[in-house]
């Protein structure tokens, strides 16, 4: 009788909840009833007969986790442990592999490692498949369930069981977790004017970090600038449009956003009282450029700001809100889209570089017989590409794109024509 009761009392919420939206759109709310009605029918059969026994709880949860895999790969239910877990996302400081993950076709992928973190050392890629997580499939898992498994306390060990392309089999990587913690922001100057600043993910101290290297780099006669957003998998938009409104004019638009509801339609414009403006500027992406990365980038080239270079971003244009629910739980449901101040709408394409440099390429070499480990555990930027800039290829490119504006700058009016002329 108690269930029964329980499952009445869901019933009756569920009705209540739905009914107000459902009349307001003047649909018909009996046979909204009638498909609620056989949903609880369900619940009731399963709490009651199935082989093992289940709460109440777990059969509501598991059916929320079911509504939402059934409607894009961002959008999860968080149990109370992990609408917590989530909170710390945006720190800058968190137990786990250093590893940002996403759902493409329905296959559990790699977006980026995060440089200097476990899963960045062991040589994860950007588009690696995760097949297994301590040996449970991912197969149907939702992201915020595979998130969860990944991190853990500091010294303990996760297996993933990776598939490559180029490898003839999976591999598994053994990763010892660690505290993250992420330095959103790391420069240096490259040659005489020209600095190169990294962001790594775009967290809430991103902006007031790259202020003080601007600042910095300013000082010491900045006269070029390479923002590197390769393998940044993103974070917060606000965030995005706080790095953006560094370098475009006070009132440009930097992002704007779409989506069913009136309050999911927002514009974001540049406010910055000193922005960067006069400065030649070059920004790289790749594959593991995402989100935020790609609100920047795409800005940055519509204003016509920055040269893009590098390779076709990642494509992740949707809008993730994130709705408290009654009982600690939380809601991560994709509310709207991005569009970049052109219009563009990068869900699913990416953003297009100006001029495209692929990176040298890697051979992923499988395992030989009889090795425990993969060869190929390279990672997939160079460790410090400012070290030796004739390593990475792609800023080498975005040095001499910047030393030759520069000689343009600096040319005399009219030099060259005569002598083309003699």
């Known amino acids: 009788m108690k269930k029964a009761v329980v499952v009445g009392a869901l019933l009756l919420v569920i009705t209540l909840s739905m009914g107000g939206t459902v009349a307001s759109k003047g649909t018909d709310t009996a046979a909204t009833y009638e498909q609620l009605r056989l949903f609880?029918?369900?619940?009731?059969?399963?709490?009651?007969?199935?082989?093992?026994?289940?709460?109440?709880?777990?059969?509501?949860?598991?059916?929320?986790?079911?509504?939402?895999?059934?409607?894009?790969?961002?959008?999860s239910f968080l149990d109370p442990d992990s609408y917590k877990e989530m909170q710390v996302e945006t720190s800058g400081s968190f137990g786990g592999l250093g590893i940002e993950i996403t759902l493409r076709d329905d296959i559990l992928t790699v977006v980026s490692p995060i440089e200097g973190t476990p899963a960045y050392r062991v040589g994860l890629h950007t588009g690696d498949r995760i097949l297994k997580i301590d040996?449970?499939?991912?197969?149907?898992?939702?992201?915020?369930?595979?998130?969860?498994r990944m991190r853990g306390k500091p010294g303990s060990k996760v297996t993933v069981?990776?598939?490559?392309?180029?490898?003839?089999?999976?591999?598994?990587?053994?990763?010892?977790?660690?505290?993250?913690?992420?330095?959103?922001?790391?420069?240096?100057?490259?040659?005489?004017?020209i600095e190169y600043i990294r962001l790594r993910q775009f967290q809430e101290q991103t902006a007031s970090d790259l202020d003080q290297t601007l600042e910095r780099a300013e000082k010491s006669g900045l006269k070029g600038l390479v923002l590197d957003l390769r393998n940044n998998p993103g974070g917060l938009l606000t965030s995005a449009v706080e790095v953006t409104e560094k370098f475009i004019d006070d009132g440009k638009l930097v992002v704007y956003t779409e989506g069913r509801i009136r309050n999911q339609n927002m514009r974001f414009t540049a406010h910055a009282k000193h922005p960067l403006l006069g400065v030649p500027m070059v920004v790289m992406v790749n594959q593991g450029s995402a989100s935020a990365s790609e609100i920047v980038a795409g800005a940055l080239q519509d204003w016509g700001r920055a040269i893009v270079l590098g390779t076709q971003s990642f494509g992740k244009g949707s809008v993730q809100t994130i709705i408290p629910l009654s009982d600690g739980s939380g809601l991560r449901l994709t509310t709207a889209k991005y569009y970049t101040p052109k219009g563009r709408s990068i869900h699913g394409k990416g953003i297009t570089p100006d001029i495209v440099v692929?990176?040298?390429?890697?051979?992923?070499?499988?395992?030989?017989?009889?090795?425990?480990?993969?060869?190929?555990?390279?990672?997939?930027?160079?460790?410090?590409?400012?070290?030796?800039?004739?390593?990475d290829p792609q800023?080498?490119?975005?040095?001499?794109?910047?030393?030759?504006?520069?000689?343009?700058?600096?040319?005399?009016a009219g030099q060259g024509t005569e002598a083309q002329a003699r």
């Open 135 to 148: 040996g449970i499939a991912t197969k149907d898992m939702q992201l915020a369930d595979a998130v969860k």
């Open 395 to 412: 800023l080498q490119r975005a040095v001499d794109l910047l030393k030759a504006v520069r000689i343009l700058e600096h040319r005399p």
């Open 358 to 391: 692929e990176p040298p390429k890697v051979v992923a070499a499988a395992p030989a017989p009889g090795d425990k480990e993969p060869k190929d555990k390279t990672p997939p930027v160079a460790p410090n590409p400012v070290e030796d800039v004739k390593k």
């Open 161 to 193: 069981t990776i598939a490559r392309e180029g490898w003839t089999e999976p591999q598994d990587f053994a990763i010892v977790r660690e505290q993250i913690h992420i330095q959103s922001v790391r420069s240096q100057e490259l040659e005489d004017g």
């Open 40 to 75: 609880t029918e369900v619940m009731s059969i399963v709490e009651n007969q199935y082989v093992d026994e289940v709460t109440p709880k777990e059969l509501v949860y598991n059916a929320i986790k079911g509504t939402l895999r059934g409607l894009d790969p961002h959008s």
